[in-house]
């Protein structure tokens, strides 16, 4: 599994990738690949030297690209799926909804990955109902912040 996972990850450089300055979002959306995690016997140094494969490949493709470009990886809890994309903004001001922090080995991504043993699954256990008063507001501070893999691709 884990190699098959690592051999769809290689094959990101191959992707048609587009960049938009104008409209970040839609970019990223458009180069977004997502890659499915079986959580059984799932061995992350070969997904790992594969992320870390893709990065150099494509900073080799974009050295000369005008702006900042940027690959990066981050493991979706929700769907349980691996996800690669481009965007054309420096790795702080990649194109997230939530808190996120940039890491520059793929370890912690895939950390999280290996650690959930039911991917795309969330255990009626683990819902609780959340009051009204427990729904954070747009000026507040959320905790949680998830790491994503990013590699600045432009000098």
């Known amino acids: 599994m884990s190699d098959g996972l690592a051999q769809s990850v290689?094959?990101?450089v191959d992707e048609e990738l587009i960049l938009n300055r104008?409209?970040?979002n839609a970019a990223?959306?458009?180069n977004l690949v997502a890659f499915a995690v079986d959580a059984a016997g799932f061995d992350v140094r070969p997904v790992e030297r594969a992320l870390v494969a893709v990065?150099?490949?494509l900073g080799a493709w974009f050295v000369d690209a005008v702006g900042p470009v940027t690959?990066?990886?981050w493991y979706d809890e929700q769907?349980?799926?691996l996800r690669c994309s481009v965007a054309s903004v420096e790795p702080d001001d990649l194109p997230f909804g939530g808190r996120f922090r940039c890491v520059d080995d793929p370890a912690p991504v895939l950390a999280l990955m290996a650690a959930d043993v039911h991917p795309g699954v969330v255990p009626w256990?683990?819902?609780r109902e959340v009051s009204a008063e427990e729904v954070a507001g747009p000026d507040e501070q959320v905790e949680y912040s998830f790491p994503v893999f990013a590699v600045k691709l432009t000098r």
């Open 28 to 30: 990223a959306r458009s």
């Open 79 to 81: 769907p349980g799926q």
């Open 125 to 127: 256990a683990d819902l």
């Open 55 to 57: 990065g150099e490949r």
């Open 71 to 73: 690959f990066y990886a």
């Open 10 to 12: 290689l094959s990101f």
């Open 22 to 24: 104008g409209n970040v």
